[in-house]
């Protein structure tokens, strides 16, 4: 899967995004071309790379004439519904809108419908945000995931007057996103950007397991004491990688010790634990403050199921917190074969690396209901069918 991930260093604008996915690879001509397909006039564009603490990254100009109508958010669908843009761009471009129109309601007090948008509805707003989602678009980018986001502090004029940083609209738009202070008196997320990020990614926080093939600085206009930049990621996904020699993957390990947990608990919670899709569940004795004996608890997981097994714990447990990490492992190849044994049918998992056969193991259910069904001793049935499996030599 190809990912792009936006690391906001300095935070994240508009022409901040173009800008990077410009130096991540994306044809300036062709985003170009793309932009003038939309029925808007009276705009210029120039880029140009600058210097950033000694990075070298790419600033977008956009201007245009000074009197911009006060657009609705009908409006402005309706510009980029008449683009010649490929349907996913303009999806992506309308969610990017509705998410900024639903936050400036919620910020004065109306419906999106009947929100004026100011700066945002001119002509460089539109065009930063068709041009990003053009710009994942003509780079294959199917999931996008961002970094937590940095907020500076001031105050920006705007249409409505002397705004608060981060501005309301910005705000609102960031409800439940992770974000931390830095020491800049300025505006570092714009609602643009902020939007971008929103509406786009589906995820915020550290970077995914990936292997980056394109890299792009997009540098912002104001002169910071921090590095001005956006930096984007992009490349394959490496949840699963497959090698010769068998598959590397990512898992998440989460853990918490317990003093206070009773048996009934822990295993209720392993249970529950493994029918929500942990990998593996297991307990360790550890002497814990106060000289008590206690538990430790392990879950691995996918880390697409890490959040739904955390809340689990703290759900089900007494504890306070859980830890948790990010980490990778390597498996062999593994399947299934069928044998037929003197009491029925069993599978036997294999274990490969590249097309050889490490390991054999009879499935312990299989040989059990065998056993129980003809009143066999269980060891009897499971050597049968590793015979068998060995005899077969697929």
Same mark, same amino acid.
């Given at each position: ?151 500076? /502090?001031?105050? *920006? @004029? ?5 705004? =608060?940083?981060? %501005?309301? &609209?910005?705000?609102? +738009? $960031? ?116 000289? /008590?004996?206690? *538990? @430790? ?5 996918? =880390?697409?199921? %890490?959040? &739904?097994?955390?809340? +689990? $714990? ?81």
């Amino acid at each position: 899967m190809k990912l792009a991930y936006l690391d906001c260093i300095g935070g994240i604008a508009g022409d901040m995004t173009l800008a990077a996915l410009i130096e991540a690879g994306v044809s300036e001509a062709e985003l170009l071309d793309a932009l003038r397909t939309l029925p808007l006039s009276g705009w210029q564009w120039r880029s140009e790379r600058v210097e950033i603490e000694a990075i070298y990254a790419r600033r977008v100009y956009i201007t245009h004439e000074e009197e911009q109508p006060h657009r609705h958010l009908s409006d402005v669908l309706e510009i980029i519904e008449r683009g010649d843009l490929p349907a996913t761009v303009k999806q992506n471009a309308r969610a990017v809108f509705t998410r900024l129109a639903q936050a400036e309601a919620a910020v004065h007090g109306t419906t999106p419908e009947r929100i004026h948008f100011h700066e945002v509805g001119a002509v460089d707003a539109i065009l930063d945000v068709v041009g990003a989602c053009w710009g994942f678009h003509a780079l294959g980018v199917e999931r996008i995931l961002c970094s937590p986001l940095p907020m500076g /502090r001031g105050f *920006v @004029q705007a249409a409505h007057g002397t705004l =608060p940083l981060p %501005a309301p &609209a910005v705000a609102e +738009l $960031l409800r439940g996103v992770p974000t931390y202070g830095v020491p800049i008196q300025g505006e570092t997320v714009t609602p643009t950007g902020a939007a971008i990020a929103v509406a786009l990614s589906q995820r915020f926080g550290l970077q995914p397991p990936m292997r980056w093939e394109q890299i792009g600085y997009g540098a912002g206009h104001a002169d910071r004491p921090l590095p001005n930049l956006l930096r984007i990621f992009v490349g394959e996904s490496t949840d699963a990688l497959q090698t010769p020699t068998g598959d590397w993957e990512s898992i998440v390990q989460i853990e918490t010790n317990l003093d206070n947990a009773t048996p009934q608990q822990l295993g209720y919670v392993m249970e529950r634990a493994l029918e929500q899709g942990a990998l593996d569940v297991f307990m360790t004795p550890v002497q814990m403050k106060k000289n /008590r004996p206690g *538990v @430790q608890i392990t879950v691995l997981a996918s =880390p697409e199921r %890490a959040d &739904a097994l955390m809340s +689990l $714990l703290l759900r089900e447990t007494p504890t306070l917190g859980v830890r948790y990490s990010l980490m990778n492992r390597r498996c062999l190849q593994r399947d299934y074969q069928q044998v037929e044994t003197a009491y029925g049918v069993v599978r036997v998992k294999r274990a490969r690396e590249g097309g050889r056969v490490l390991h054999l193991a009879p499935e312990y259910d299989d040989c059990a209901a065998l056993a129980r069904q003809h009143g066999a001793p269980l060891h009897a049935i499971m050597q049968e069918a590793l015979q068998k499996a060995h005899e077969s030599g697929d």
